[in-house]
């Protein structure tokens, strides 16, 4: 009877142990293309967060417990990545995820998210016009990439035609909106500006590189903003090469090429061009220099690193404090934590996250060198992400801001929470 009782005790203590989540593991989602036209960019922030969690794991894990990294692939394709949310969330009961890229597989994913109350840390560069309780923004915003790269072309480089070229998909079409209003409201006629966008992983460049050749004909200077993704960019780059196109005739600053898409390119004939992100693997800091000495020793001394590499790296230091900091993995807590979290970031500065979900985030220019690294030719302080832009009038009286008014989307004019149903 007495080894009975004992057994009892021993299931009871066991049973309250696992419902407390005390020795269960903290599960951590990872949402990434590991094939299809994105695997070019995503495979990296996969092994990114690998890293991270084994790095965490020998430190002690998480409030004493263990992470367990899920590791999925949506495959480039934007419908799977709300079916494989759906399953990290209900089926792996996943804590937390890490993920996407393109802005449509984040919209694909957001009504699954906001529906079932779980947090996801996207790393990317993207258009803006968004912000969900659900979702925490550790890319650059339109004024932390887009609208400084524009800035350099018109005071810097005397850019007077612009050739806007994207891949179709929101990101590009929204960020090309923005851009466009922006230039004209700078004095560019709208016949100076030339917007062409074309299908994921489009390999044919003869014609739209000859049409921005020939837009300089009258002899103003013409510089390309490229928010091209994915494989794309190769034959892209490798089409100006072709037609002998050089950066001090016609410069490209591109928001989605950097150091891991350069890899894979001749960079002999890009030297030059640019790329507008807010961290390079050439940014000099002890943190950029210890993070770059560990990615190498794990993944092999060719291995670059990247801006949404480390973007996943503040997200993902600023995550495990707020796990501590709120004493659980619960989301709303977490949520509740993360605001004014701030962490080193890689180019020797802080960032910190804001109301509007977003971070602040320092602005690099970078110029191509031939060995498929960057000169940093600007930097700034950094700057806060807006969750809304100043330069669409339908944007501009809009505040995000979870933390105190507990709002992603309120008029400052009609002094109203606008509450919209995320779809795609």
């Not at 965490?56 to 894990?61: D, L, V």
Request: aromatic share 10%; with cysteine; charged share 20%.
């Amino acid at each position: 009877m007495k080894k009975y009782i004992l057994l009892f005790v021993f299931l009871c203590i066991s049973n309250f142990s696992f419902a407390d989540g005390h020795t269960k593991p903290i599960k951590i989602g990872i949402l990434h293309s590991l094939s299809g036209t994105m695997a070019i960019s995503e495979t990296t922030l996969k092994d990114t967060m690998l890293m991270l969690i084994e790095q965490q794991n020998k430190k002690g894990g998480i409030l004493g417990r263990k992470i367990e990294p899920v590791v999925v692939d949506p495959a480039s394709n934007w419908p799977l990545f709300a079916e494989k949310a759906r399953e990290l969330i209900t089926v792996q009961k996943v804590d937390v995820m890490f993920g996407c890229w393109t802005s449509v597989s984040r919209k694909s994913a957001l009504p699954v998210l906001e529906e079932l109350n779980a947090l996801l840390f996207y790393p990317v560069q993207y258009e803006g016009e968004e912000s969900s309780k659900n979702v925490f923004y550790t890319g650059a915003a339109p004024n932390q990439q887009a609208i400084p790269a524009t800035d350099y072309y018109l005071d810097e480089l005397g850019v007077k035609k612009f050739a806007l070229l994207g891949t179709d998909y929101v990101y590009p079409r929204t960020t090309n909106k923005i851009l466009k209003q922006y230039l004209i409201d700078k004095g560019i006629p709208e016949s100076d500006i030339f917007v062409n966008y074309t299908p994921f992983g489009h390999s044919d460049w003869s014609k739209i590189v000859s049409d921005v050749v020939s837009l300089g004909a009258d002899g103003k200077k013409v510089g390309v903003i490229s928010t091209i993704n994915g494989d794309a960019n190769i034959g892209f780059y490798k089409e100006l090469a072709a037609a002998g196109v050089k950066a001090d005739d016609i410069p490209v600053v591109a928001f989605s090429v950097g150091e891991e898409e350069l890899s894979g390119l001749d960079t002999t004939n890009l030297v030059g061009h640019l790329a507008a992100w807010n961290y390079f693997q050439s940014a000099e800091s002890d943190l950029n220099t210890s993070f770059i000495k560990a990615w190498k020793s794990k993944m092999g001394d060719k291995r670059v690193t990247n801006d949404p590499m480390e973007a996943h790296v503040i997200g993902f230091e600023m995550y495990v404090k707020a796990v501590e900091k709120a004493g659980t993995t619960d989301v709303n807590a977490v949520r509740k934590a993360m605001y004014g979290m701030k962490v080193p970031n890689l180019t020797g500065g802080t960032a910190e996250m804001l109301p509007n979900h977003h971070l602040s985030k320092p602005v690099l220019i970078g110029e191509i060198l031939e060995n498929g690294q960057f000169d940093i030719i600007s930097q700034t302080k950094e700057v806060p992400g807006d969750a809304w832009t100043n330069h669409l009038a339908e944007s501009a009286p809009l505040k995000s801001d979870w933390k105190t008014l507990g709002c992603g989307m309120y008029n400052t004019k009609t002094k109203k929470c606008v509450q919209i149903k995320s779809n795609y």
